[in-house]
């Protein structure tokens, strides 16, 4: 599997206690718009939460995405968590400030002392959905699958395909475990 720190995840999974379901997080991070999802290990959908900030002032977003990732993971505890990484854009600007806000998931991640790791947009569709397609297709199938996301934000169905992605690199690394 093609997934940086794949071997690390390989050894957190061995380490953890396997008598508890998996629980995984998949963060799709923005500075004005973001959602977070939980799945267990059956795929099943625990929680979804939006984010969502209109002010202008980039300090108080921060902050309150901070508040927020942390009030998500102090709600269930999750055994990992995986980001989309972000897609280098034309404007340097914001490709710097998305950087800031996935910042402040691995702070948020450090304090709670979980360990984030990134995907790239490939990868949470190919490993969501099993094949490249196109993002709207990637949230048309993420509908199918969970009838209860039919009325999700397209955020939180984007942070549904991390998760589910990111469930599918930790089983993967359970297999190679063994």
Known sequence: MNVE???EIV????????ENKLIVAGVDPGSRKAAVAVLDDEGNILLTRKF??????????KLKFYDFLKGVFEEIKVDFVFVERPF??????STMVLAEFI????????????????LSASQV????VGKRVSKELAQSIIRGLY??????SSDEIDAVAVALAGMNVVKEALLFGR
């Open 125 to 128: 569709k190919s490993l969501s």
């Open 52 to 61: 969502s900030s209109s002010t202008r002032d980039l300090w108080v977003r």
């Open 103 to 118: 910042g402040i998931v691995d702070a948020v991640c450090m304090e709670l002392r979980l360990r984030p790791f990134q």
């Open 147 to 152: 009838p209860e996301a039919k009325g999700f």
């Open 11 to 18: 050894k957190l999974v061995a380490e953890r206690n396997s």
């Open 5 to 7: 720190n794949f071997e």
């Open 88 to 93: 280098v854009y034309h404007n340097t600007r």
